[in-house]
């Protein structure tokens, strides 16, 4: 199981494409850190975003009350990925 929503996923592209960068050029890893407590398991876990042109990368908290792809786009407007 994907600990990105699809609508993260679709954010992520979204902010890419305003950007004008190719999607192919970003390497995108999670990493789930799940834990399921009395059969109740909020989403959480950290995405690895690196720009493989660069090798400039950043790690963001995910999951349940996050904004993950803002913090992204916050990174790619101050030139965090190159």
């Known amino acids: 199981m994907s600990v990105i929503a699809p609508d993260e996923?679709?954010?992520?592209?979204?902010?890419l494409h305003r950007?004008?960068?190719?999607e192919a050029d970003f390497l995108v890893q999670e990493t789930d850190t799940t834990d399921v407590v009395d059969e109740v398991y909020p989403i959480q876990?950290?995405?690895?975003?690196?720009?493989?042109s660069t090798l400039k990368e950043r790690e963001y908290r995910i999951g349940h009350a996050t904004a993950w792809t803002s913090e992204f786009e916050k990174d790619l407007a101050r030139g965090t990925f190159g």
């Open 9 to 15: 996923k679709a954010d992520f592209v979204a902010i």
């Open 19 to 22: 950007h004008r960068l190719a």
């Open 45 to 52: 876990g950290y995405v690895t975003i690196i720009r493989k």
